[in-house]
């Protein structure tokens, strides 16, 4: 590169997005490809852990071509390979660990492993506007629920994490509940906004203590109970107001643990990533509450708070790379390593 910095191809499949993406030392990206799966798995309305994996493996050379075409390169032109090593469904995990390796091995390449909650972290470093630690972080999507303190590039600590659902599984599972599509977090959120948000008096988890970590599953149970005593025709002429209720419950969680860890932490900088930052509650919610107290906020654009593999590129560059041939043992978890 003219600018003296190194390109990393970066592979992430730790759910159900097969993602590639070609980013500079510096932070810049050079494409950044994602072939979602969620057609195929809608019909069950949910992950299929075989199935994505199945998946991953018919798409995962297409999606790195593309990666590589896009960006204007070859595979030699590249100085790092990257993938998303934990946390995450094993299977789906295995192929880009796998296809990643194999890639730095033939090209003689150095590796680094990136855990996934670091890369959603790392999404806030990209350019054009890298937000600097330190600053807090709120991860929220259909697979996580967790708030980080990030002091540093390479790495963050955990402050909270959800106990039971994450908090777009249960607006996926409350979508599902009101006969919409799958992942309905965003069909909800469109719902929600021809509601009243106080129709229905929904509990908010972990409402009381010190503990920054959240839980859905009281309220996803509150709305089992409020579907099964309305009934299907009352269930669908409220729907609105079921979306709207849900949706304020859901916020208000994760705003209470968000309020509480900048109190603790002394924070200036908030940063909000995952699929369920696309929420149009929480990000005015989230935009009052940084005015209100000052603080600088940081939402990173949609297609890099969802799942994609620039963010694990991006996580790559503050991490040590492994040379050839020490990488080749490296395995993949289901759990995360902080
Ligand atoms: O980060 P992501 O694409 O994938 C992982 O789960 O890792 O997040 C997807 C989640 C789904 O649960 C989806 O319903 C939710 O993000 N989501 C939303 C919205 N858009 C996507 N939830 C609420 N409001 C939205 N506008
Ligand atoms: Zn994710």
């Known amino acids: 590169m003219e600018d003296g910095s190194l390109l990393i191809l970066a592979i992430e499949t730790s759910c159900d997005d ?22 195929f798995h809608e019909r069950y309305g949910g992950v299929v852990p075989e199935v994505a994996s199945r998946h991953h493996l018919e798409l995962v050379n297409a999606v790195v071509d593309d990666a590589l075409q896009t960006a204007g390169i070859e595979l030699r032109d590249a100085g790092l390979v990257a993938a998303t090593s934990r946390p995450g469904l094993i299977g789906a995990l295995l192929v880009g660990l796998s296809t990643a390796k194999a890639l730095a091995a033939a090209a003689r390449l150095p590796f680094t492993a990136v855990d996934h909650l670091h890369g959603h972290v790392a999404a806030n470093f990209l350019e054009p ?11 929220a999507s259909g697979g996580h629920t967790l708030l980080a303190s990030v002091e540093d590039h390479g790495g963050y600590t955990l402050l909270g994490s959800t106990r039971d659902d994450a908090a777009g599984e249960a607006l996926d599972k409350a979508a599902r509940m009101m006969g919409l599509g799958y992942p309905g977090g965003a069909e909800l959120d469109r719902l929600a906004r021809g509601g009243d948000p106080a129709a229905f008096d929904f509990p908010v988890g972990m409402r009381r203590g010190d503990s920054l970590d959240f839980s859905f599953s009281g309220l996803k149970t509150a709305l089992v109970y409020k579907v099964r005593e309305l009934g299907e025709a009352a269930t669908l002429a ?3 107001d079921l979306a709207a209720s849900f949706e304020r419950a859901v916020v208000d969680s994760l705003l209470l643990k968000v309020e509480q860890a900048l109190d603790s932490t002394g924070a200036t900088r908030l940063a909000i990533g995952g699929g369920v930052a696309a929420n149009s ?8 509450l940084c005015e209100e107290k000052g603080l600088e906020l940081k ?11 620039a963010m694990i590129a991006s996580a790559a560059r503050f991490l040590e790379p492994v040379p050839y041939p020490g990488f ?4 993949a978890f289901a759990r995360s390593a902080a």
């Not at 506007?129 to 991860?139: K, S, T, Y």
């Not at 939402?299 to 593999?309: E, H, V």
């Not at 080749?328 to 395995?331: E, P, T």
Request: charged share 20%; net charge negative; aromatic share 4%.
């Open 281 to 288: 509650l929480l990000r005015r919610e989230v935009a009052d």
């Open 328 to 331: 080749l043992a490296f395995d």
């Open 129 to 139: 506007e890298p937000l600097e630690p330190p600053f807090l972080c709120l991860i």
């Open 18 to 39: 097969t993602c590639a993406a070609v980013v500079t030392t510096g932070g810049r990206i050079l494409s950044n490809v994602v072939s979602s799966q969620d057609r």
């Open 299 to 309: 939402i990173p654009p949609p297609a890099l708070c969802t799942d994609n593999a």
């Open 238 to 240: 409220r729907r609105s």
